[in-house]
């Protein structure tokens, strides 16, 4: 029989489908596999969508380096000021734990350089987690300036 009988009487009685036979065909129908030309298509436009998402994750990943490589340079600038700032006061410091007395301009550069130490730990900690995260640049930068 033709399809199109079994699609007009699908909305019948099932019992008038089975004595006539229709059942299967409509059964059959419903299994069947869409054609191989449909699957072929299907599986080369799911590669494409594939490679597709891979070229975006490979220019975000790339993305992602270069900023992390920016964000790198940005804290070595703030470490660097940092350290300008807050001076070299180590060597008051160490005066200072030996027990020597400081007055004047020593008191005073030991109180802005015990004051920027809380920014040079900070700028510290920045810059060892952005070395960190700028590690993935290596392979990247290896495999491009060759």
């Given at each position: 029989m033709p399809r199109t009988?079994?699609?007009?009487?699908?909305a019948t009685d099932p019992e008038l489908l089975k004595e006539l036979g229709l059942e299967e065909i409509e059964e059959t129908e419903a299994e069947s596999e869409p054609p191989e030309e449909d699957a072929?298509?299907?599986?080369v436009e799911e590669t494409q969508e594939v490679e597709e998402t891979q070229e975006v994750e490979a220019v975000?990943?790339?993305d992602e380096i270069l900023n992390s490589l920016k964000t790198?340079?940005?804290?070595?600038?703030?470490?660097q000021k940092v350290r300008q700032d807050v001076g070299d006061i180590k060597s008051l410091l160490v005066r200072m734990l030996d027990g020597e007395l400081m007055a004047g301009e020593e008191l005073e550069q030991l109180k802005t350089g015990v004051a920027g130490l809380l920014r040079l730990v900070r700028a510290h900690s920045d810059h060892q987690a952005a070395l960190a995260k700028a590690q993935a640049a290596r392979d990247l930068l290896d495999e491009v300036l060759k």
């Open positions: 009988n079994a699609r007009k009487t699908e072929e298509a299907q599986e975000q990943d790339i790198l340079l940005s804290t070595v600038e703030k470490l």
